[in-house]
């Protein structure tokens, strides 16, 4: 298997995949009040294979273990905690599975690494004493269980975000970093990206400033994801101004009513690829996909329509 940081230093475009847990549910299995997919792939392990399966076939290059969910101190709101090597392994193998079922192309399996807080918390993001541990424990889980890279997604809070971002970089891997952000209701500024349905209300984050605080730690690829199409090219282009490495786009398209995703209102994948279009050719995104609401179909077009290499 070649290696990705060779790929993205020849200038290729790299496809990842579209939204895990979303897909999950529009199979049919229901999303848990506390840990969302985080027990998915066990409760439904055929569904989850499944769906790693259709978006290899729909032409991903990197696949996303089930694992957004899967952390110590998220699993133990549902007395779960003591399970999550087994958990973590499982998802794992399932896309290792997966690319052994249906890759006629070269095919990296991702460990994904979140702020996610359990729904019922009252906080947005993971915070607390254990939470340090528990972030290195899953990383060292995930890099044991044979995943390629680590990517930490919905990196909105500077102290949650630079404590899961050195955790995954103390393995070793590669590492990519999703910031989720959003605009504020100026319509100008670009804040951290926030839950809207928490007990709790938590000041607007400047985003520049998480930004500025997280990007010399390192990695081997950072963007944007779980934001809203409309919201993306505002936090790429602040992003911008401090990482200055290869970047990624996969935004979300629908909205969270907790536990499940509504799909109304998505964006259409051929909408979708042209907006990606633009961002690959405008912007120099390199690492292009779907977070929540998106799926193979809109994988798909995008292979088609993309380049092979930056402009």
Known sequence: MSNLSDRLKNKEIILLDGGVSTEIQKRGVSMDDDVWSGIAHITHPEITLQVHEDYIRAGSQVITANTFSTAR???ESINMGDKVRNINEEAVNLAKKARDNAADHEVWVAGSISSMAPFNNEEEVALGESVESNYREMA???AESGVDLLIVEMMRETVNSIIVIEAA????LPVWIGYSAMLADDGKNVINWR???VKSKPPAGDFEKLVKATTHLG???AGIM???VRDIESALKVMSKHWHGPKLIYAETGALQKPDWNFKEICTPEKYSELLKN???IHGVQIVGGCCGTGPEHIRILKEKMPKHLP
Do not use: F, R, Y
């Open 169 to 172: 970089l103390s393995t070793g």
């Open 140 to 142: 060292e889980i995930l």
């Open 195 to 197: 839950w809207k349905n």
């Open 226 to 228: 779980h934001s809203q």
């Open 73 to 75: 101190h998220v699993l």
């Open 219 to 221: 990695g081997d690829a």
């Open 279 to 281: 961002w690959v050719n």
